[in-house]
């Protein structure tokens, strides 16, 4: 089982020296950190798609004039995740399954490209999804589900743990060790999804649980204050947002051999994934 870090989704973002903060040129932009999943027997799982091509192709009609000025998104389809899975060789029809984090634009967003996968989400998410109103219609497109998925809903847990959190095994009979592992606050069904490589260590996509590396840092620094105010105004739960957010911190420096944590925007975090990266020696 291979397990490659992908790009797929470029921002610019509004205002990038108060978001991000005081980073060089080349970090000063967010991520789409996604998860391409060589299965030895079940094709090829894909961790969130980040932006699809009907999105960028499209971009004010299915993405909204208000987000593109904010998110700034790169609009060149060569970073969809059906691009890079055609640039490492592979069929994106082998896709059988994907598994969300959560349903906003930019991490469900290249579901068309997909059409024959089977689509895991826990079920509040996609309820939340469904009956979204006001500002929150900007985050959830109905674009990204028009083609009627193979939706997979998946229940809140029912028993299983996984180092202390609560987990959901959404692809019984499927051969890597994956989990959902509910993370609600940024959106009602919002999940990390945790993913066992070959040398036995887990990585767990904490999604939007969090924005900036300082969050899981164990020095306690903070997040640069546009990030801070972005959690605030995207999060549906303050509370649940902040106690996961110190319970992923936990995680992270308490279990540093068995589990590498992560989110989806942060761009030093993808880099240290990447080849000649700090844990690329664990892509296999
Ligand atoms: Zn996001």
Not at 82 to 99: M, Q, S
Not at 198 to 215: C, K, S
Not at 271 to 280: A, I, K
């Amino acid at each position: 089982m291979k397990i490659h870090h992908l790009d797929c989704g470029r921002m610019a973002t509004i205002f990038p020296r108060i978001v991000l903060g005081a980073v060089g040129p080349s970090l000063r932009h967010m991520v789409c950190h996604c998860l391409l999943i060589e299965t030895p027997r079940d094709g090829l799982v894909l961790v969130d798609t980040g932006y699809g091509t009907d999105q960028l192709a499209q971009p004010r009609v299915q993405l909204g004039r208000l987000f593109l000025s904010v998110a700034r998104p790169d609009l060149n389809p060569a970073a969809t995740a059906i691009a890079r899975i055609r640039a490492l060789g592979h069929d994106p029809a082998d896709v059988r399954h994907i598994v969300l984090t959560h349903l906003d634009v930019d991490h469900a967003g290249g579901l068309p490209d997909f059409p024959a996968a089977q689509v895991h989400v826990m079920a509040r998410e996609r309820e939340a999804a469904l009956a979204a109103r006001g500002r929150h219609r900007m985050r959830y497109r109905p674009e990204s589900w028009a083609h009627q998925p193979r939706w997979h809903l998946h229940a809140d847990p029912a028993g299983e743990r996984w180092l202390g959190f609560d987990a959901v095994r959404p692809l019984p009979g499927v051969d890597p060790d994956l989990l959902l592992v509910p993370l609600a606050g940024h959106s009602p069904g919002h999940c990390g999804v945790a993913v066992r490589g070959q040398d036995d260590r887990w990585r767990l996509h904490a999604g939007d649980a969090y924005f900036h590396r300082a969050t899981v840092a164990p020095d306690g620094d903070r997040p640069p204050l546009g990030l801070r105010i972005f959690e605030a105004f995207t999060q549906t739960t303050a509370s649940l947002r902040r106690r996961n957010q110190q319970r992923l911190r936990t995680l992270a420096s308490e279990h540093p051999d068995q589990v590498a944590v992560f989110c989806a925007h942060d761009t030093v975090e993808l880099h240290r994934f990447q080849p000649g990266g700090e844990f690329s020696q664990i892509l296999r």
